[in-house]
T-cell receptor, first 113, second 113 residues
Framework: GNSVTQMEGPVTLSEEAFLTINCTYTATGYPSLFWYVQYPGEGLQLLLKATKADDKGSNKGFEATYRKETTSFHLEKGSVQVSDSAVYFC????????????FGTGTKLQVIP | DGGITQSPKYLFRKEGQNVTLSCEQNLNHDAMYWYRQDPGQGLRLIYY???????QKGDIAEGYSVSREKKESFPLTVTSAQKNPTAFYLC????????????FGPGTRLLVL
């Protein structure tokens, strides 16, 4: 079956540091890949997505590239801010009838001033 | 503004009691979902519905029930058979089957008295 593995947190960074959160996946076919972000006490919201190999999703300074050869979708940001503190979820979705989304366990990011 | 609303924000359940969590969307989405979120475990799918008057069990449906009488509404009942109901419950919707983005509500935190 499908699975998503992301690095365990919490990840603590100083403001303006470089961020990488690793995500690897196992899936059949050609899934779409997503990063969702959850701020404290809220629901999830889409951060970025990529639907085919070598696609790069980007939003709000965050980027992730769909690497089929390494089955990875690592999230990066060049300079984090305190407001980026949240939990980040990597997810995948396969097509074919029902859109089942498989989520990773989430990585908590804390950015300190 | 289009979106998903969930109510209440906090809900308390007594022993042996059934409680119902509300989820409403005005995005005109066909598909709706209920997830349970526990600390460190990511999201687990409880039930999903692709169209009105149809719904399917997810990975952890035992002790829960749903209905989908209207396109906009997908209430979740946590029954007394659910022995460990304390969790954060998230409702989501998407356009339909496929690889589309899921849109999440703000969540309901259920606590047992």
């Amino acid at each position: 079956g499908n699975s998503v593995t992301q690095m365990e947190g919490p990840v603590t960074l100083s403001e303006e540091a470089f961020l990488t959160i690793n995500c690897t996946y196992t899936a059949t076919g050609y899934p779409s890949l997503f990063w969702y972000v959850q701020y404290p006490g809220e629901g999830l919201q889409l951060l970025l997505k990529a639907t085919k190999a070598d696609d790069k999703g980007s939003n709000k300074g965050f980027e992730a590239t769909y690497r089929k050869e390494t089955t990875s979708f690592h999230l990066e940001k060049g300079s984090v801010q305190v407001s980026d503190s949240a939990v980040y979820f990597c997810a995948l979705s396969n097509s074919g009838g029902y859109q089942k989304v498989t989520f990773g366990t989430g990585t908590k990011l804390q950015v300190i001033p | 503004d289009g979106g998903i609303t969930q109510s209440p924000k906090y809900l308390f359940r007594k022993e042996g009691q059934n409680v119902t969590l509300s989820c409403e969307q005005n995005l005109n989405h066909d598909a709706m979902y209920w997830y349970r979120q526990d600390p460190g475990q990511g999201l687990r799918l409880i039930y999903y519905s692709q169209i009105v008057n149809d719904f399917q069990k997810g990975d952890i449906a035992e002790g829960y029930s749903v209905s989908r009488e209207k396109k906009e509404s997908f209430p979740l009942t946590v029954t007394s058979a659910q022995k460990n109901p304390t969790a954060f419950y998230l409702c989501a919707s998407s356009i339909g089957s496929g690889k589309e983005t899921q849109y999440f509500g703000p969540g309901t935190r259920l606590l047992v008295l």
